[in-house]
């Protein structure tokens, strides 16, 4: 109760630009959370999908293949997915194979990144904030001794006290958000390795097919 009281103090005597500090930090801990549950389900299974698919390939089983990318989630099995169907159908070409493996990477890739813009805005906008909180609370300082006509550490403690909450409310808010996207970019950078890696493993199936059983010459 304690706690819940000194942090609504602190807000209090903030001033108003505490108020776009807290929707800042309400957004990015909103897209903290959405992203960190997106990017986990994108991960989970990746690297044991890729060997499976690449196992039934080995096999001739591609419609197994299919099944097992269909039924697991992530931008690698919507690489491998893609891929596959077309090897199935047997009538695309591999250039055709290749153009549909990179759309639906550049589709996943763009889904991975989405909220990022907005942990990224929110690190550097929020010490911004922060800082106009400061320039605010020392304005509001010299306007106490301008109205006073002295100098009165009473005077000036209200606007000095703005100054430091809101500056380090922003830092409060950015560091964590900064660390949050870094780590985000990190996570997807590793996706894109294994998106990479799952479109390499298509491609070699279908080089394995033409070299077995003439998928280059029925696909054209």
Known sequence: MDTSYELMTLFRDGGFMMYPLILCSLLAVGVIIAKAWTLSVAHRESQKLLVDIEELGLTGHVDSALERAESTRGPVA??????LLRVRESRHSSTD???????????ELDFLERGLPVLATVASVAPMLGFLGTVIG?????????????????????GIKVALITTAAGLTIAIPVNVAY??????????IGDMEEGSQAVLDLIYRLE????YGRAAS
């Open 78 to 83: 919507a690489i491998l997915h893609s891929g």
């Open 97 to 107: 194979i290749q153009k549909s493996i990179s759309v639906t990477g550049a589709i």
């Open 138 to 158: 020392m304005i509001l300082a010299f306007q106490a001794i301008e109205i006073a006509g002295q100098v009165d550490p009473s005077l000036v403690a209200s």
């Open 182 to 191: 870094n780590f985000f970019v990190t996570r997807i950078d590793r996706l």
């Open 211 to 214: 070299g077995s059983s003439g």
